[in-house]
C-alpha cells in the first residue's frame, strides 16, 4: 500500500486559530494513524501580509498542540524557480497559453456575459492565438469546454462540476508570479502529497486543481473537505464565539490534550465516545468517520472536556503545568509536594489551571481578604470562643497532618458542645476568606501550623474590632 501523505499548510498572514488546527490535527492524526507522513508548508506568498511573527506564532501553536511534521516547512515564497518551470511544461504541453486581454477588456466581457445571464468568465479571446511572452500577458490553462469535473470525496462523496463552468484561469499574473491554485497543485505534486485534507470552503478550488493535474498527466490525490467550525449561533466562527488563537487557549490554562480532544470531536465521532486520549485518537482516527455537518464550537464543553483531562492527568505532571499559573498568582516557590497537595485538592473543582491558581491563591497569601458576605455571617461574636480555644488547640500541636488537627477540632466541639459545621465554617473564611474550599483539615495541613494560627489569630482580632 503506498504510504499516506498529508500537508498543512497555513498562511502566515495571523496566528493559527481553532478552525485552521482542526484541519492540522485531521492530517496529523490520519497520517500518523497510516503510519504516513505529515509536511508542513508555509503559503507565504501573498508578502505583504505576511510576516515573520505570523510564522513563530503558528509554529508555537503547532508545538505546544503536540503537533509534529515530518517535513518540511517549506516556504512557498522560496520556491518560484520551481513554479516559472511548471509554468513553462503546460506552454510547451500546449496546455496552457498566453494572454494579453487588458482589464478594461476583461471587465467588459463580464458585464456583457451578465446581462445575457451568462457566467462572468473568460470568453477564451486568446486561446487559440499561439501569441508569445510579452509584457503584461497572463499565462491561463486551457481548460476543457465539455463534459464533467466529478470531485471523488472521501467526506462528501461526489461532487459534479460542469466544465462550461469553468473557464481558463489564470496559472500566473503579468507581474511574473504564480495564482494559488497552481502553486498548490506544484507543491502538492513536489512534496509527494497524496491526500489532501481541509476545510470545506476549498471545494470550489478542487475542481480547477484537478484540471492542472490532469494537464500535467498526474495521478489526483485523495480529497477530504471537512465540515466548517461554526459558534453556537451557526455562523461561521469568529472572535465573540471564541476563535482566539490556539496559543490564548493555552495561556487561559487549558490542557494542549484537552484542545486536541475537543477539536477533534467538532466534526468526527467514535461512536458515543467524548473523552479522548492522544493515543486513543491516533489509534481510532479515520476518514470515514468525518461527519458531514458543521461542527459547532461551545466553549463550555471544552471546559467541561478540559476538567475532565486536568483530572486524568497524572498529579506530578499537572503540578508542573499549573507552576506558572500559580507564580503568576503570587506563589514563589517550585512545584514541590506541598504545592502538589494544593493542586490535588484543587482539581475536582477546577476546569483551567488559570481557575485553580486564582481559586488556591489562599493557600500561599500572606493575608487573607474576607468575602463581605462570609465575614458577615460567620466572623460574628459567636464565633470568637470556637476560634479562640481552636488556636490554643493547634498550638500544642506536634504535628499538623490531618488526623491531628480531626482530633483537635475533636476537643473544641466537646469542650463547646458545637457541632463541626459551627467550628468549621468560621475557620474556614478565617482560612482562605471564602465559604467554600477543600475539606478544612486538608486546607489546613496545606497551609501549615504558622499561617493557620497566624490567620485564626486575625480573625479573632477583626471580630473584636467590629462593632457590636
Known amino acids: 500500500m503506498e504510504e499516506i501523505v498529508t500537508r498543512f499548510p497555513p498562511s502566515p498572514t495571523g496566528y493559527l486559530h481553532v478552525g485552521g488546527a482542526r484541519t492540522a490535527l485531521f492530517n496529523w492524526l490520519y497520517a500518523r494513524h497510516t503510519q504516513g507522513k505529515l509536511v508542513l508548508r508555509i503559503e507565504d506568498t ?10 513563530d506564532a503558528i509554529f508555537e501553536a503547532l508545538e505546544w498542540l503536540g503537533i509534529e511534521w515530518d517535513d518540511g516547512p517549506y516556504f512557498q515564497s522560496k520556491r518560484f524557480e520551481i513554479y516559472r518551470d511548471y509554468v513553462n511544461r503546460l506552454l510547451e504541453s500546449g496546455n496552457a497559453y498566453y494572454c494579453t486581454c487588458t482589464p478594461e477588456r476583461l471587465e467588459e466581457m463580464r458585464k456583457r456575459a451578465m446581462d445575457i445571464g451568462g457566467k462572468p468568465k473568460y470568453d477564451g479571446t486568446c486561446r487559440e492565438k499561439g501569441l508569445s511572452e510579452e509584457d503584461g500577458a497572463v499565462v491561463r490553462l486551457k481548460a476543457p469546454l465539455t463534459g464533467t469535473t466529478i470531485v471523488e470525496d472521501a467526506v462528501k462523496g461526489n461532487i459534479v462540476f460542469q466544465n462550461s463552468e469553468l473557464d481558463d484561469f489564470i496559472i500566473r499574473r503579468s507581474d511574473g508570479s504564480p495564482t494559488y491554485n497552481f502553486c498548490v497543485v506544484v ?11 481541509r476545510g470545506d470552503d476549498h471545494v470550489m478550488n ?6 492542472l493535474y490532469q494537464a500535467l498527466g498526474q495521478v489526483l490525490p485523495t480529497y477530504a473537505h471537512v465540515p466548517m467550525v461554526l459558534g453556537p449561533d451557526r455562523t461561521r466562527l469568529s472572535k465573540r464565539h471564541g476563535a482566539m488563537s490556539v496559543t490564548a487557549y493555552r495561556d487561559m490554562g487549558f490542557l494542549p490534550d484537552a484542545v486536541v480532544n ?3 470531536r467538532l466534526g468526527w465521532s467514535f461512536g458515543d465516545q467524548e473523552f479522548f486520549t492522544r493515543d486513543e485518537l491516533i489509534e481510532k482516527f479515520s476518514l470515514e468517520n468525518i461527519g458531514t455537518s458543521a461542527g459547532i464550537f461551545d466553549l463550555d464543553k471544552l471546559l467541561s472536556l478540559n476538567a475532565e483531562h486536568m483530572k486524568a492527568m497524572p498529579l506530578g505532571d499537572l503540578t508542573q503545568l499549573a507552576l506558572p499559573f500559580f507564580q503568576q498568582a503570587g506563589y514563589t516557590g517550585s512545584a514541590d509536594p506541598v504545592l502538589e497537595k ?19 491563591r489562599f493557600y500561599f497569601s500572606d493575608t487573607i481578604a474576607y468575602d463581605e458576605k462570609a465575614a458577615r455571617k460567620f466572623l460574628k461574636p459567636s464565633s470568637l470562643l470556637p476560634l479562640e480555644r481552636l488556636t490554643k488547640e493547634l498550638e500544642k500541636l506536634d504535628a499538623f497532618d490531618e488526623p491531628s488537627l480531626e ?20 475557620v474556614r473564611v478565617a482560612l482562605t476568606g471564602k465559604t467554600a474550599s477543600p475539606g478544612i483539615f486538608e486546607v489546613a495541613s496545606i497551609i501549615g501550623k504558622e499561617k493557620v494560627i497566624s490567620r485564626l489569630k486575625d480573625a479573632i482580632a477583626y471580630i473584636a474590632a467590629r462593632p457590636a
Open 187 to 197: 507543491d502538492d505534486l513536489t512534496m509527494g502529497i497524496n491526500t489532501v485534507i
Open 262 to 264: 475537543y477539536l477533534v
Open 342 to 360: 494544593a493542586v490535588e485538592t484543587l482539581v475536582p473543582r477546577s476546569k483551567t489551571l488559570e481557575e485553580m491558581a486564582e481559586s488556591g
Open 407 to 426: 482530633s483537635a477540632f475533636k476537643k473544641v466541639m466537646e469542650e463547646t458542645g458545637l457541632k463541626l459545621g459551627k467550628i468549621a465554617q468560621p
Open 206 to 211: 478542487t475542481p480547477k486543481q484537478m484540471l
Open 46 to 55: 501573498d508578502i505583504k501580509r505576511s510576516t515573520q511573527a505570523s510564522v
